[in-house]
């Protein structure tokens, strides 16, 4: 099975800042890499899929990068609705896999 | 808008057995790959499994695959978990998902199964 390390488990930041997080997974799933947004008290939105092609209705601020085994999650200009939980899926073996989550705060 | 209603849920007896469903509207369901995800208490997300848009073929999580099946009804839109012999550690809100190629383009609201006695 591949595992996925997802960090840092929590995160807080200042409005306007860019903050980035990080999949790392076991073996090489060849970019087939999901990152979901999970607001407080709702369903998670998936963000980003094929690691850096951006879902429909995703603000350009969210991009997603890496090859290989290294996955990353950047958002730039920190807004307080960015608040919420993130996490990163493979999707190149059964069975799929999520990271383990990270909780985004404003400072 | 698509939209994937989960039913099913609540409070059930260790031992006992569980089917969630899903319905999906506003999209074909018929043309998706669905999956079934759960998240405990502690925010950890688990995938369940998945099936083939015609039915015809499913994957599961290797530590739930005796207990779990995955099926649907692609005349009512209608995608199913049967559980069986649930466990405390089974308690979690169920997710129905799919639209994607491996990932979860569409998830519905959860629907929250309580195992207790």
């Known amino acids: ?107 | 808008e698509v939209q994937l209603v989960e039913s099913g849920g609540g409070l059930v007896q260790p031992g006992a057995s569980l089917k969630l469903s899903c319905v999906a509207s506003g999209v074909i369901f018929s043309d998706y790959w669905m999956s079934w995800v759960r998240q405990t208490p502690g925010k950890t997300m688990e995938w369940i499994g998945d099936i083939k848009y015609d039915g015809s073929y499913t994957n599961y999580a290797p530590s739930l695959k005796n207990r779990f099946t995955i099926s649907r009804d692609n005349a009512k839109s209608t995608l199913y978990l049967q559980m069986s012999n649930v466990r405390s550690e089974d308690t979690a809100t169920y997710y129905c998902t799919g639209g994607g190629y491996g990932y979860s383009a569409y998830w519905g609201q959860g629907t929250l199964v309580t195992v207790s006695s």
């Not at chain 1, 306007?16 to 979901?36: F, K, Q």
């Not at chain 1, 939105?45 to 990353?72: E, H, K, M, W």
Request: net charge neutral; aromatic share 10%.
């Open chain 1, 1 to 107: 099975d591949i595992q996925m390390t997802q960090s840092p488990a929590s995160l807080s930041a200042s409005l306007g800042e860019t903050v980035t997080i990080e999949c790392r997974a076991s073996e090489d799933i060849y970019s087939n890499l999901a990152w979901y947004q999970q607001k407080p008290g709702n369903s998670p939105q998936l963000l980003i899929y094929d690691a850096n092609s951006l879902a429909d209705g995703v603000p350009s601020r969210f991009s997603g990068s890496g090859s290989g085994t290294q996955y990353c999650l950047k958002i730039n200009s920190l807004q307080s609705k960015d608040v919420a939980s993130y996490f990163c899926q493979q999707y190149k073996n059964y069975p799929l896999k999520f990271g383990s989550g990270t909780k985004l705060e404003i400072k």
